[in-house]
């Protein structure tokens, strides 16, 4: 058997590969992402990148219904956007296997917030299994496609940002041949009319009792005995942390977390001294422990926060930390837009202006840190331009304060769309700012519908944002090139006064795609005043020296912003 070093989500896209996917579609979303750009290189698989996790599950759903193994990849939050396919697909059931990836994100490394998905296996009614390595990210959404051809159902497969980035050796098999699309009308299946849905909604009762009966017997649950005095039952990444810190203990490692294994649990139990559950942030596994009657150590010492480590661990569980942990002071270093980014001239022309501002989900969500304070909210995808438009309706004319709501392009696909419309149906005067820097920056320079190319690498159509503005009704849509700061606070300015809804479109790619604008820019020292003016851009490139501005040459692209706001000509 060849083998290969494979991050968790490069493991997933292999699996998905070597079970016969066909159909493969996702939002992009860390630590998610890499799943959809690692299986899109290989053969006999379509792959897109969906507007947005609703759009991916509800294509992966009819992909399925067609017959073939279908896949759908989102981050945690995004499971949140396509929740209601997701309940309306556990009643449905599949004719290929569907198989939906959620990427969880313990310690909210680049997330909003760290929800535990594997309480939407258990509201849903489906499987949910959890990887604790590589490996097992490759054999378990194999074992996911068969779990869900064998009892009709999607299986949810939960990853989390340890196991979706960290490297393992991954064991590589051949691809295996599956059915060939055929679609079939099956009017009371698919069609979730009340009628139906009650009769599937009893049919999936009955599934769910037929999966209850499998998980306690399942390899993808085991116990692997040690001393009896402490007995730990743990799921994914715990799981690896926990038999480093007790490599002598008992442990029932559940790869198949729901349906909850109740007797298989109750037998573990009976045969061990201390019983304790090691997960990360919610209580999903003791919980159900503590309902079968069990004593049990668990989220009463352990942190609901944050990822675990063998550290904490062992200082929960009062173990000796025997590795020295060397004192390092190490300055603060808050995350910052790159050097060229557009956004900061975005928000440089921002500044100083009466203004409440709904921010979103993007590199511009940096944008809410000094030295800009140019967000008020960052809440989910989309939300900055309702936000906005509940605040103008609620202020009315109470509060002089402009309402402006930033987005990207991406998020703006994503949606945004929706909200833009209901400012226009239901006319508030919000200023929505498409800062527009032709990717998908966040997640790392993903295509969207603005574009013009897919995931494949296909030529597409190339969504206009002009003109799909002007469609959902708003008559003032301007575009405006950031790196002109003085040209785009005027603009703004413009908009704010005019008292209806507006749209600019500020428009640069992001400074890691584009070609470099021109040389790096120098400060001349007899000329520069020392006012600071220029530190209020927030550009990594530009410091303070012996209270002189200082340009850092290799960070500099050379776009001219610091430029044109020096009030003393002093940066050429």
């Keep these: 058997m060849n083998r290969a070093l494979l991050t968790g989500d490069e493991a997933v896209a292999r699996g998905a590969w070597e079970a016969g996917c066909r159909f493969a579609a996702a939002y992009p979303g860390t630590p998610s992402t890499e799943i959809l750009e690692s299986l899109a290189t290989y053969p006999d698989v379509y792959c897109e990148w969906s507007v947005n996790e609703k759009v991916a599950l509800e294509a992966a759903i009819g992909a399925s219904l067609a017959g073939v193994r279908s896949l759908a990849v989102m ?106 699309p055929n679609y079939e009308k099956q009017l009371q299946k698919t069609v979730l009319l009340p009628a139906f849905a009650r009769l599937r909604h009893r049919e999936l009762i009955l599934r769910f009792d037929r999966l209850q009966a499998f998980t306690e017997k399942t390899p993808l649950n085991r116990i692997e005995w040690g001393n009896p005095e402490l007995g730990i039952i743990c799921d994914g990444v715990a799981y690896q942390y926990a038999r480093e810190v007790f490599p002598d203990a008992s442990f029932l490692k559940l790869g198949m977390v729901y349906p909850f294994p109740a007797g298989l649990v109750r037998q573990f139990a009976e045969r061990v001294r201390r019983l304790a559950v090691i997960e990360e942030v919610d209580p999903f596994i003791e919980l159900q422990v503590r309902a079968l009657g069990l004593t049990v ?142 990717t998908t920056g966040m997640t790392g320079h993903q295509d969207h519908p603005g574009t013009g190319r897919t995931l494949m690498g296909k030529e597409t159509v190339a969504i206009d944002l002009e003109q799909l503005c002007r469609a959902c009704g708003i008559t003032e849509v301007v575009r405006v090139d950031p790196y002109l700061i003085k040209e785009t606070r005027n603009t703004i300015r413009r908009l704010l006064n005019i008292k209806k809804p507006a749209v600019v479109i500020s428009q640069r790619s992001c400074a890691l795609i584009s070609a470099r604008p021109g040389a790096p820019k120098k400060v001349d020292a007899e000329i520069c005043s020392g006012c600071r003016s220029c530190l209020a851009l927030g550009c990594p490139a530009l410091s303070f020296e012996q209270e002189k501005a200082l340009i850092i040459s290799t960070a500099c692209i050379g776009c001219g912003m610091c430029v044109e706001i020096c009030p003393k000509g002093a940066i050429l």
């Design 75 to 180: 981050k945690h939050v995004g499971l949140n956007v396509a929740a209601d396919p997701l309940f309306s697909a556990a009643y449905i059931g599949v004719r290929g296997g569907l198989v939906i990836v959620t990427a969880d994100d313990p310690g909210m490394h680049s997330s909003q917030n760290e929800q535990d998905n594997r309480f939407y296996g258990l509201m849903a009614k489906i499987p949910v299994l959890c990887p604790a390595d590589s490996q097992e990210a490759k054999d378990f959404i194999k074992s996911a496609y068969i779990i869900s051809e064998q009892f009709d159902i999607p299986v949810l497969l939960r990853l989390t940002t340890r196991i979706a980035h960290s490297a393992s050796v991954v064991g590589l098999e051949d691809r295996a041949e599956t059915a060939p």
């Design 297 to 438: 150590t668990g989220k009463d010492t352990l942190p609901r926060t944050g990822e675990l480590t063998p550290a904490i661990i062992r200082a929960v569980f009062g173990q000796q930390i025997s590795e020295h942990k060397a004192e390092i002071d190490l300055p603060n270093r808050p995350p910052a837009l790159c050097p060229g980014c557009p956004h900061l001239g975005l928000f440089y022309a921002l500044q100083r202006q009466n203004i409440i501002i709904g921010g979103d989900i993007g590199c511009y969500t940096l944008g809410a840190l000094p030295p800009h304070n140019g967000l008020d909210t960052c809440i989910d995808m989309g939300a900055s331009i309702t936000f906005a438009h509940g605040v103008d309706k609620a202020l009315a004319n109470q509060d002089p304060r402009s309402r402006i709501a930033v987005i990207g392009d991406s998020t703006f696909f994503h949606s945004g769309i929706t909200g833009l419309l209901n400012v226009v149906y239901n006319q508030s005067n919000v200023i929505t700012i498409i800062a527009d820097n032709r």
